[in-house]
């Protein structure tokens, strides 16, 4: 138990560094992908009238593509230790069987020995399994969730609810624009340009 929870964590110091370099890069990509559907589906007629399909879908392909290669890459991470050390554990049994046999030549009473570690090993190494992946995702979430923690933190106090939620608003004078223009953040061309209402 103790050689496979050692082997976790040495797995778990290697591979801190690229899990710590994949978190911001998730929330990047993920913040990309939302910012780029809002400003698609906020300005839909917009975008259809100017034909500026395509550069939205692959602003979204983009980010989309990145975001799914970090969430692929974090998957890989967690789960190929447990193949890695199943090899290692049944290496290191078969290493002492050949061994012991070739030391003692009857493998009789070794063999029931084996037994039971290769047993134990196999009952451990599920537990073992879920405790890393467990604490490499908050690894890899880490980021993510100290944000949610800051962005809650800092929330203004919610105002209580009206008394009469169906109060309506009235317009003193008049509402208009006036020369007014606007561009999308990672547009060249304005989506409104100089409209006067």
């Known amino acids: 138990m103790v050689t496979l929870t050692t082997l976790y964590g040495a797995l778990y110091l290697a591979i801190h560094g690229p899990v710590a370099r994949l978190a911001p890069r998730r929330i990047q990509s993920n913040a990309d992908r939302f910012r780029t559907a809002q400003e698609a589906l906020g300005g839909i007629k917009e975008v259809k009238v100017l034909g500026r399909e395509a550069f939205f879908a692959g602003a ?108 309506r608003l009235e317009l003193a004078h008049s509402f208009g624009l006036d020369g007014a223009t606007f561009r999308y953040p990672r547009s060249e061309t304005p989506v409104l340009n100089d409209v006067t209402l």
């Open 60 to 167: 979204f392909a983009k980010s989309a593509q990145e975001f799914t290669t970090v969430i692929a890459r974090g998957q890989i991470i967690g789960s190929v230790p447990k193949y890695f050390l199943e090899a290692v554990a049944i290496g290191g049994i078969l290493a002492l069987l050949l061994s012991s046999l070739q030391q003692e030549g009857n493998g009789a009473e070794v063999v029931p020995l084996l037994a039971l570690y290769a047993a134990a090993a196999y009952r451990l190494m599920p537990a073992l399994q879920q405790i890393y992946t467990g604490v490499t995702n908050l690894k890899f979430c880490r980021d993510l969730i100290l944000l949610l923690r800051d962005e809650l933190a800092n929330q203004p106090p919610q105002p209580p609810s009206p008394a009469n939620p169906a109060e």
